[in-house]
């Protein structure tokens, strides 16, 4: 199942097409506090649809529709108020005893007889699910469209809109504020990097191989840990050419379906045709968690430390 998700992600992601602080500590600090003061109930959201929903109190029974939402709502304190889930969800480790209401088509007859005070969905599938979701609206269900987070900007807005609606905005602009802090504080460390490795992320293997070109969360994450995506010349998500791929001649290869691929390292080193290519030659080709680099939810950041270690073991030890 989650082989599919992943791939049902990478079609997505296809079709589809840090933040700085300058500010003096203290400064920051006070900007900080002023946006930390929670909200009172009622509230009105504006989601990624433009849709303004009302929330009359703090919801006590939540059901999430994908899993980065889960992972915000948990990150949140609010384990406890999610009756339901999709089939995709892993994580935390509590999800797998929450309800599970569907994956790629929801169960509206499962999320409606749990009674949820609020549904939180997401603008990735929205368009798939409309009528879905109208029905949900229809029998008195809030329901509000997270947005398809494309970078860090947007994901923190996930993560504000989800504080906002769950009444818990001091932790959501706390947690951001946490974000931000240790991606400036990977960023830093990376800049010590000698030399500026070129590399070539995998989404999925040989012989059908992607990889994410410019405008894109994986060549951001690149970015933040000066390392050189080689496809960063192409835009989104693109099938590479092998035989390009080979004379640009990356120094690493990262690979991300580990989870449902046996052994991909091995697969890549011993790939016909790649034996001359340094990654290959220096055996650096390193699987990380998918879930960490593409899930955009507050694990995003550790994704990011994750590349930094596969890509800079040197300096991130």
Not at 121 to 133: K, R, Y
Not at 195 to 207: D, F, G, R, T
Request: charged share 30%; net charge neutral.
């Amino acid at each position: 199942m989650k082989k599919l998700y992943s791939l049902l992600i990478v079609i997505l992601l296809i079709l589809g097409a840090l933040a700085g602080c300058a500010e003096k500590k203290d400064e920051s600090n006070t900007k900080v506090e002023k946006k930390s003061e929670n909200i009172t109930f009622p509230v009105t959201i504006k989601d990624a649809l433009n849709n303004n929903v009302v929330l009359k109190k703090k919801p006590e029974k939540i059901v999430s529709l994908i899993p980065s939402n889960t992972e915000i709502v948990f990150a949140l304190g609010l384990g406890k108020n999610v009756v339901g889930v999709s089939d995709f969800d892993n994580y935390p480790e509590e999800t797998a005893k929450k309800e599970k209401v569907g994956g790629q088509e929801i169960n509206l007859e499962k999320i409606i007889s749990l009674k949820p005070d609020v549904v939180f969905a997401h603008a990735s599938n929205a368009q798939n699910s409309t009528d879905g979701l109208k029905q949900l609206t229809d029998a008195g269900i809030p329901v509000i469209v997270v947005n398809d987070a494309q970078n860090f900007d947007q994901v923190y807005d996930s993560i504000e809109m989800i504080g906002k609606a769950t009444g818990e905005k001091k932790k959501a602009d706390e947690m951001i504020q946490g974000m931000k802090d240790k991606l400036a504080e990977i960023k830093a460390k990376a800049e010590k990097n000698k030399v500026k490795k070129k590399v070539l992320v995998e989404v999925s293997p040989a012989p059908e191989i992607y990889t994410p070109g410019k405008n894109t969360f994986m060549n951001e994450m690149l970015t933040i840990i000066n390392a050189e995506n080689l496809a960063n010349d192409q835009e989104g998500w693109i099938k590479i050419d092998q035989e390009a791929m080979i004379k640009r001649n990356p120094d690493v290869i990262i690979t991300t379906y580990g989870y449902y691929v046996k052994n991909p390292a091995e697969q890549v080193l011993t790939r016909k045709g790649w034996e001359n290519v340094k990654a290959v030659k220096n055996k650096q080709v390193i699987d990380v968690d998918s879930d960490r680099v593409t899930r955009p939810g507050p694990r995003i950041v550790e994704g990011v430390e994750d590349l930094a270690k596969a890509i800079y073991p040197e300096v991130f030890k």
